[in-house]
């Protein structure tokens, strides 16, 4: 499967989507703590997706597996150390034809971060 963490394509396997958590656990959380958790983590480190690929999928499997039908999210982190309230938080649904292409851009070496935020979260497109 693949997922898009800010502008970065992840390819989840089976493993991925197993999530690391007891049933008991998994049963306390929701979409609102998985965000809160995600953006525990961006402000910790703004380049998650770039710095921290092995936590960047780990986050990605929490976000399918409460969300099945997302396959993209957006963190934003001004700064190291935001306060985590403050990082910005957005999720899509991509069809497969936008997920290949970005995916085949991706591994072309050609996917930039700006390609990305236009395609998918239109935040410079204007």
Do not use: C
Not at 3 to 17: E, T
Not at 55 to 67: D, E, S, T
Request: aromatic share 6%; no cysteine; proline share 4%.
């Amino acid at each position: 499967m693949l997922f898009l963490m800010n502008d970065v394509v992840l390819s989840l396997d089976a493993a991925d989507l197993a999530p690391p958590l007891s049933a008991a656990q998994l049963g306390a959380l929701n979409l609102q703590a998985v965000s809160r958790l995600g953006q525990e983590l961006f402000s910790e480190e703004p380049l998650l997706q770039r710095k921290s690929i092995e936590r960047a999928h780990r986050l990605a499997a929490l976000i399918v597996y409460m969300q099945p039908e997302v396959n993209a999210a957006l963190f934003v982190a001004l700064a190291r150390g935001v306060p985590h309230e403050d990082v910005a938080v957005r999720y899509a649904s991509l069809g497969l034809e936008m997920m290949a292409g970005l995916y085949a851009r991706q591994k072309a070496g050609v996917l930039t971060n700006v390609d990305a935020d236009k395609a998918v979260w239109q935040r410079f497109a204007a």
